[in-house]
């Protein structure tokens, strides 16, 4: 079921990447059809168009279309907005903090040594 997902995820992002190469395959195996109904210069066998007339126009159709739904798809993404109340008022609590007892400790972390016995450099092959 996985794979099944996977593949229709990877046809559905890559298909229209093809879409343009598709369009270009249908103007060459039909050229000669769109030359001879399609295309808007038909009339002037000069101008050597043999239908890219209507090959520039039916890609620049695609590319319109390609990037309205692109910008629709970034209008259409929900806009998750972060906020916060304003403070309408702050102030410091003093605290009143008497020690029961002073306290004494017996040791100072100055005067303290790391066991030298673990930093052994490793024996020489």
Not at 52 to 71: F, G, I, N, R, V
Request: net charge positive; aromatic share 12%; charged share 15%.
């Amino acid at each position: 079921m996985r794979t099944i997902i996977v593949y229709i995820w990877l046809i559905t992002t890559i298909l229209p990447t093809f879409s343009q190469w598709g369009t270009i395959a249908y103007y060459q195996i039909n050229k000669a059809y769109i030359t001879r109904v399609l295309c808007e210069n038909r009339d002037r066998p000069q101008l050597n168009c043999n239908g890219k007339c209507y090959l520039a126009k039916k890609l620049k159709e695609q590319q319109e279309k390609q990037d309205k739904q692109t910008s629709d798809r970034v209008q259409n993404i929900p806009v998750i907005q972060l906020f916060s109340s304003p403070i309408t008022s702050f102030e410091f609590l003093t605290a009143h903090y008497a020690p029961s007892q002073e306290h004494n400790f017996p040791y100072h972390l100055a005067s303290y040594q790391a066991p030298l016995s673990i930093l052994v450099p490793p024996p020489c092959a």
